[in-house]
């Protein structure tokens, strides 16, 4: 059990463009999904908390207008990337809560999406 | 500003040795360490876990020590075997956070036969 996915895994788009990837928690239920963005050789930096059903709280440095997230459900969250641009490139990971598990604070990810931006 | 620091970039062990990887943080707000493991082009996995409240977590092969007033973890792996070779994360909340974790930059540990 704990499964995520992320679809697509690997995207190369055109700089300006927009990119969406998923996050979708397979057997649990996730009221909380975290995104998270790691640079070659660097840690994972966190970059929102999506809680479903509200807004997402970004974190300082990250543009809420250039990382648009949704949680709609309590299966799936969305980060789409507008106007993409080759500093954009990255690999974006996606992690979840569920809460019925009794560690409060463990998260599942997702096996990540890799960015490129011509 | 890294909350979470792992100093050594890499770590290379005997198959059957143990290794250690260590793990520094300066928010004393955190309440909550894990290590998880990560190969390349995959998101990381949950390893091993432990509370504030507790100076060590033991779990088949993997123990988990922290040393509060140091502000210091470590995980020990015994026996290590070639499979455990993997980038190690270290990573920390804190209650009023949200839970959100901080990751360190990640410790490289390759066991050789």
């Known amino acids: 059990g704990a499964v995520v996915s992320q679809h697509p895994s690997r995207v190369i788009c055109k700089s300006g463009t927009s990119v969406k990837i998923e996050c979708r928690s397979l057997?649990?239920?996730?009221?909380?999904m975290f995104w998270y963005r790691q640079f070659p050789k660097q840690s994972l930096m966190l970059m929102a908390t999506?809680?479903?059903?509200?807004?997402?709280?970004?974190e300082q440095g990250v543009e809420k207008d250039k990382f648009l997230i949704n949680h709609a459900s309590l299966t799936l969250s969305t980060l789409t990337v507008t106007s993409a641009h080759p500093e954009d490139s990255s690999f974006y990971i996606c992690s979840a809560r569920d809460l019925l598990r009794p560690k409060l604070n463990e998260q599942f990810f997702g096996p990540g999406t890799r960015l490129t931006v011509l | 500003d890294q909350q979470v620091k792992q100093n050594s970039p890499s770590l290379s062990v005997q198959e059957g040795r143990i290794s250690i990887l260590n793990c520094d943080y300066t928010n004393s707000m955190f309440d909550y360490f894990l290590w998880y493991k990560k190969y390349p082009a995959e998101g990381p996995t949950f390893l091993i876990s432990?509370?504030?409240?507790?100076d060590k977590n033991e779990d088949g092969r993997f123990t988990v020590f922290l040393n509060k007033s140091a502000k210091h973890l470590s995980l020990h792996i015994v026996p290590s075997q070639p499979g455990d070779s993997a980038v190690y994360f270290c990573?920390?909340?804190?209650?009023?956070?949200?839970?959100?974790?901080?990751f360190g930059k990640g410790t490289s540990l390759l066991v050789t036969p």
């Open positions: 057997d649990f239920q996730a009221t909380t």
């Open positions: 432990i509370s504030s409240i507790k």
């Open positions: 990573a920390a909340s804190a209650g009023n956070s949200g839970y959100a974790l901080n």
């Open positions: 999506s809680n479903e059903g509200s807004k997402a709280t970004y």
